[in-house]
C-alpha cells in the first residue's frame, strides 16, 4: 500500500529553497558572470520551478476535499515540476560548481560525475514526493511521459561548467540507465511487475515468425526501389565506435520501446476494463496511434509529407510490435527489432524521410504498415493464441492496492477508476 510520506516532500521543498538560494546569491553578487554562463533564461526558469516546488501546498491531499478546479491548478503545477525539476536540479548544482572549479582547479569532467553523484543522492524525493503517489491511470501515463521525455536532457545543463556531454558516451549511458532504472522502480511502486526476458510458454513459435516478418521488412526501407530491393539490395549495418552503436541503441531504440511499449502500453491495458480482446485491442491501437504522433516532432528536420508518411509507418510498426510485446510477455524482442532496424536497416545512419519520400518508399511503407496492421489484428482476435496473451495480461495486472491520496484526475476527465481488476484472468 502506498504511504503518505510527508518527510518526503518536506525533503523536496528544502531542496527547491536551497537550489533557488543558490541561484539567486550567485545570480546577485556576480550577474554578468552568472548571465553569460547560465543565461538569463535558464536563471529565470530555474527559480520559477523552484518557487513552485518550495509555495506548492501538499499535492497528495485526499480529492473529495477540494474542488476540481484546484485539482487542476495542482495536477498543471506537478506536472511542471516533474518535468523541470531535474533540469534545475543538475542546473543549481552547476551553478555552485562554477567557483569552485577555479577555487579548487577541478577539471570540468571531474567537475561533472561529482555533479551526477549528487544529482543521484538528491533526486529520490522528486520521485517519492511527485509520481509514485499518483494513482489515476490516465495521468500516470501522462506524469511518467512527461518523466521519461524531459529527463533524459536534464544532463545537458552540464555544458554550463564547460563539459562536453556530446562526446561524453559514458555519462549519456549513465542517465539514460538511470532513467530506466527511475521508471522500474515507479512502475513496481505502482504495482506493475518488470520487464522479464522469459517468452511466455504458450508462445507458439511458427505464428511468432509471421509477426516478426513483417517488422525485419522495415529494414528494406533504404531499397531505392522495386528492382534494387528483388535483385540488387544487401543490408549495410551502420559504422560508428562501439559506444556509439550503445548509445544509439539506448538513446533510441530502448528509450521508445519502454516508453510505448511499457510505460504507457501496460497502464493503457488498465484503462478499458471490459473483455480481454477489447482491452488489447484497446492498447495495441492507443500506444500504436502515440507512437506515430511521437514522430511528427520530426517534421523541424524533414518536409512535411515526409514526417507524414513517417508516422504513417510508426504506426504498423508500433501495431506489430505491441502484439508481439502481448503475445511474447517481453519487450525485448521489440527492441530488438527496433535496434535492427536502425543500426541495419539505416546505412550510414541516414533516414530514408530526410531526402522526401520516392513513390517506392510511400508504396513499399504503406503496403508493410497495411500488412503489419493485418497480422497484428489477426493474432489479436484469433481463438488459437489466446492462451499466450492471457498469459501477458495475467502477469501485467496491478498487484497492490491503491492510495487514498491522490488527486483523481480519472473523475475529472470522466473515466472510470480501473487500476485494480476484480476478477483474476486464468
Known amino acids: 500500500m502506498f504511504i503518505k510520506d510527508k518527510s518526503q516532500l518536506l525533503i523536496f521543498r528544502i531542496q527547491c529553497a536551497i537550489i533557488l538560494a543558490v541561484t539567486c546569491i550567485i545570480s546577485l553578487t556576480n550577474p554578468d558572470a552568472a548571465i553569460a554562463k547560465a543565461g ?4 529565470l526558469i530555474t527559480i520559477v520551478v523552484t518557487l513552485l516546488g518550495l509555495l506548492t501546498p501538499h499535492l497528495e491531499v485526499a480529492s473529495q476535499h477540494r474542488s476540481l478546479l484546484k ?52 533526486i529520490p524525493p522528486y520521485f517519492k514526493g511527485l509520481l509514485i503517489n499518483e494513482t489515476g491511470p ?51 511502486c ?52 562501439i559506444t556509439y552503436l550503445i548509445v544509439t541503441v539506448l538513446s533510441i531504440c530502448c528509450y521508445e520501446e519502454i516508453i510505448f511499449r511499457y510505460a504507457l502500453f501496460w ?51 508500433g501495431f506489430i510490435y505491441s502484439t ?15 535496434s535492427l532496424a536502425d543500426l541495419v536497416g539505416f546505412p550510414n545512419g541516414s533516414s530514408p524521410f530526410s531526402q522526401g519520400p520516392t513513390p517506392f518508399l510511400i508504396t513499399f511503407l504503406l503496403l508493410i504498415s497495411v500488412i503489419a496492421i493485418v497480422v497484428s489484428l489477426f493474432l489479436l482476435l484469433g481463438h488459437n493464441q489466446q492462451a499466450a496473451f492471457e498469459q501477458t495480461m495475467a502477469r501485467i495486472q496491478i498487484k497492490q492496492p491503491q492510495s487514498h491520496y491522490h488527486l483523481n484526475f480519472d473523475k475529472i476527465l470522466g473515466s472510470r477508476d480501473t487500476n485494480v481488476r476484480k476478477k483474476e484472468i486464468r
Not at 495542482?74 to 534545475?88: E, Q, R, V
Not at 490516465?138 to 562536453?164: A, C, D, E, K
Not at 511528427?296 to 515526409?306: E, G, I, L, R, T
Open 267 to 317: 497502464q493503457l491495458l488498465h484503462v478499458n476494463q471490459r473483455s480481454q480482446k477489447t482491452q488489447m485491442i484497446f492498447g495495441v491501437v492507443v500506444s500504436s496511434l502515440l507512437f506515430g504522433l511521437w514522430h511528427a516532432q520530426n517534421m523541424f528536420y524533414q518536409s512535411v509529407p515526409a514526417t507524414l508518411l513517417q508516422i504513417l509507418s510508426a504506426i504498423g510498426i
Open 71 to 122: 485539482s487542476a491548478i495542482k495536477g498543471i503545477i506537478k506536472a511542471i515540476l516533474i518535468f523541470a525539476y531535474p533540469t534545475s536540479l543538475i542546473f543549481g548544482f552547476s551553478l555552485l560548481s562554477l567557483s569552485l572549479i577555479d577555487k579548487l582547479h577541478l577539471s570540468a569532467t571531474i567537475s561533472a560525475y561529482l555533479i551526477l553523484l549528487g544529482f543521484l543522492v538528491s
Open 324 to 338: 508481439i510485446c502481448l503475445y511474447t510477455g517481453t519487450i525485448w524482442i521489440s527492441i530488438i527489432l527496433h
Open 40 to 43: 538569463l533564461p535558464s536563471i
Open 138 to 188: 490516465i495521468i500516470r501515463m501522462f506524469f511518467s511521459f512527461i518523466y521519461l521525455y524531459s529527463f533524459p536532457t536534464s544532463v545537458n545543463q552540464l555544458r554550463l561548467i564547460g563539459f562536453n556531454v556530446d562526446n561524453s558516451f559514458s555519462m549519456i549511458i549513465i542517465f539514460y540507465f538511470v532513467t530506466f532504472a527511475a521508471l522500474f522502480y515507479v512502475m513496481h
Open 190 to 241: 505502482w504495482g506493475f511487475g518488470l520487464p522479464k526476458i522469459k517468452i511466455n510458454s504458450k508462445v507458439n513459435y511458427g505464428w511468432l515468425l509471421v509477426a516478426i516478418l513483417p517488422a525485419l521488412a522495415y529494414l528494406c526501407t533504404t531499397a531505392g526501389s522495386w528492382s534494387n530491393l528483388f535483385h540488387h539490395f544487401a543490408l549495410k549495418p551502420v559504422s560508428g565506435p
